[in-house]
């Protein structure tokens, strides 16, 4: 199993930037496909972003496509969300997943979840 804690949410304005930092812990000698996923309210889970830990691939869904910067440091097993030019729509609880194996978008495929970190876009 993967144990993930999320940090560095905040409130910001509109076209701001935030980084988010997931620390990973556990099984993290494995292939590890790591994720970021955003919920609002009333609203179903999506993907942001994902990397593969065998290669650092990173794949971006159309959610933030060209905002956003997923990366990780090996070293610190820990995961990075790179947010840039903020819009109030990008206001939701941001998590950081991990499934062990390939990536998918798909947030049922993946076993072992943070809490969240809440991101507010707001004047």
């Known amino acids: 199993a993967v144990q993930l804690v999320e940090s560095g949410g905040g409130t910001v304005q509109p076209g701001g930037s935030l980084r988010l930092s997931c620390v990973v812990s556990?099984?993290?000698?494995?292939?590890?496909?790591l994720a970021w996923f955003r919920q609002a309210p009333g609203k179903e889970r999506e993907a942001v972003a994902r990397i593969d830990t065998d290669d650092n691939r990173a794949f971006y869904s159309n959610s933030m496509k060209g905002r956003a910067t997923i990366s990780r440091d090996g070293a610190k097993n820990t995961l990075y969300l790179q947010m840039n030019s903020l819009k109030p729509e990008d206001t939701a609880m941001y998590f950081c997943?991990?499934?062990?194996?390939?990536?998918?978008?798909?947030?049922?495929?993946?076993?072992?979840w943070g809490q969240g970190t809440q991101v507010t876009v707001s004047s």
């Open positions: 556990g099984d993290t000698y494995r292939r590890l496909c």
């Open positions: 997943a991990a499934r062990f194996g390939v990536c998918y978008a798909d947030a049922n495929l993946f076993n072992d």
